[in-house]
């Protein structure tokens, strides 16, 4: 049992922990256990917050201490070690009453969980499991996919007249999770919670007032949908989160398994591994065959190659591939052995001049379920020059891998080629003796001189490249005064030759940065 499902068992007000993992720890109640006790597994001892404070009481290696308080525990101050400080409403005598309560409940939840496991080894499909587990915990339960559509549905739910059983049931009857009860969800932040806890949490529906216990299913780090039990029959325990928490795993296995996670791959992946691969040599034959999927030939696209963890390979990216695929119309994607290639349609170019940088950036901008689908799955897009021609998409590709090989953790999530084209350019050129042909020696110099002697110079002239003509803007943002700017910039005249009014050594500077930050040579000492 986790020592999360304890605090949550005996409903504490608050709790003040210094180590956040210790939350999620595995425990024992009785110390007859301690024999058995496995090596990741923890004694748990109550205590009241005072005897802590005072250093009566300190935690064993294989001990956490539960200090209790009858009172909000200071902000300012948070334990330290295997310790966890809780508030609790009543005497320490009654806190003390209520732990020894658990572990009777502890063992009834360990036969609920062995039932659960017992249903999903005999289940067939999906609807067999999700009936099993609500014969488990009694209330109702919808599992939804990431398409926001029910996979399946147990239980008795709410009847009668009123508004949340008219909801519910439209929901069922129609298949698909209401805008409304989306946008309830969405309004209460439940789904953002639940990623950042990354487990399972009840919430209260500011709409209606129903209270649901929701967990995100996962298979293999990517999310796959919801599981979502209404308390009606009964309020539902610090004990059945865990449960829960149990079946969402169950669950992802399931979809997994099933292919029930969402849409099948869209047939045009495999034209996109012969663009990368540059197996087409002419128009005419490429163009038949786009003409067979419905791709336009007038419509322009860009290349977006998505990296994620060092572990992802070829099945996980495959995966990540199906995901994209619901997000928008007409993308094409394939998956390759360290990333994800996505042939993005960013519309038909009707300007005069050259836009496609302002339309790529505004089109993916827009995309909210796309910037969700790189956010919820935790990894990075690089966007290549646009295209026009599909012939040049191996060519975007090895723009896509100069980028990934040059990449920053301040990077943003969604990185461009063109606003990083001199770090990629330095990445891809080879030894550092050939980059450093890249960098004006005189800001090599000065960032050097920063590195030893404290000074801002370096950021001082990149604000002027920032804000040109604006001496007040570049100086606000580096919360300086304008005199202190105007200092710096002539300093840097005086010292290293570089003029922040003339053309050419504005260039330099810039190209130089850039180059720098490619070399992985950026603000270090050199």
Not at 56 to 81: F, N, Q, Y
Not at 112 to 137: C, P, Q, W
Not at 148 to 169: K, N, W
Not at 456 to 468: D, L, Q, V
Request: glycine letters at 6%; proline letters at 3%.
């Amino acid at each position: 049992m986790k020592l999360r499902t304890v605090v949550n068992e005996l409903m504490c007000k608050s709790t003040s922990v210094g180590r956040e993992h210790l939350l999620d720890v595995d425990i024992l109640l009785t110390p007859e256990s301690r024999a058995s006790m496995p090596s990741n597994t923890y004694l748990l001892r109550p205590c009241t917050y005072n005897d802590y404070i005072s250093g009566k009481v300190t935690a064993a290696r294989d001990e956490i201490v539960l200090a209790h308080s009858a009172e909000e525990i200071p902000t300012d101050t948070c334990p330290v070690g295997n310790v966890v400080a809780v508030t609790y409403e009543g005497s320490f005598h009654d806190f003390c009453r209520a732990f020894l309560e658990l572990p009777p409940k502890l063992a009834v939840c360990e036969l609920m969980r062995e039932r659960i496991f017992e249903t999903f080894l005999a289940s067939y499909d999906l609807a067999h499991f999700v009936k099993g587990l609500n014969s488990v915990l009694q209330n109702p339960i919808i599992v939804a996919n990431t398409e926001l559509r029910v996979l399946a549905s147990a239980g008795e739910f709410p009847t009668g007249e009123s508004i949340d059983a008219a909801e519910i049931r439209g929901v069922l009857k129609s298949g698909y999770i209401s805008e409304a009860v989306s946008r309830a969800f969405e309004l209460d932040n439940v789904n953002h919670n639940i990623r950042l806890a990354k487990h399972s949490l009840l919430s209260t529906s500011s709409i209606h007032h129903n209270v649901w216990a929701s967990a995100i299913i996962y298979s293999h780090n990517l999310e796959l949908g919801r599981l979502d039990v209404l308390a009606y029959k009964h309020p539902i325990s610090g004990f059945e989160l865990e449960l829960i928490d149990f079946a969402s795993s169950l669950l992802g296995i399931m979809l997994d398994r099933l292919g029930a996670g969402g849409e099948r791959a869209q047939a045009g992946s495999s034209l996109l591994a012969d663009l990368l691969a540059g197996t087409f040599t002419d128009e005419t034959s490429l163009y038949q065959q786009t003409s067979l999927l419905g791709i336009k030939r007038d419509m322009c696209y860009c290349l977006i190659c998505v990296k994620g963890s060092i572990d992802a390979d070829r099945p996980h990216y495959n995966k990540l591939g199906k995901i994209a695929a619901r997000t928008v119309k007409g993308l094409l994607w394939s998956a390759q052995d360290d990333m994800l290639a996505i042939l993005y349609p960013t519309g038909v170019n009707t300007a005069t001049g050259f836009d496609a940088y302002h339309r790529t950036k505004r089109v993916l901008s827009a995309h909210k379920h796309f910037k969700s689908f790189i956010e919820h799955n935790q990894v990075r897009a690089f966007v290549s020059e646009p295209i026009e021609n599909l012939l040049s998409v191996s060519a975007r590709l090895a723009q896509c891998r100069a980028l990934i090989a040059s990449a920053r953790d301040s990077w943003p999530p969604m990185v461009y080629f063109w606003e990083k084209r001199y770090a990629a350019l330095a990445g891809a050129i080879g030894d550092i003796d050939h980059r450093d042909m890249l960098v004006d020696q005189r800001v090599l110099a000065m960032n050097r001189y920063d590195q030893e002697h404290g000074t801002n110079y370096f950021e001082t002239m990149m604000a002027s490249i920032r804000y040109p003509g604006s001496p007040q803007e570049a100086a606000e943002s580096l919360s300086i005064h304008r005199n202190t700017y105007f200092y710096r910039v002539n300093k840097v005249r005086e010292l290293f030759y570089l003029d922040y009014k003339n053309g050419d050594d504005r260039l330099a500077l810039s190209f130089s940065a850039q180059v720098l930050e490619g070399m992985k040579l950026y603000r270090e000492r050199l």
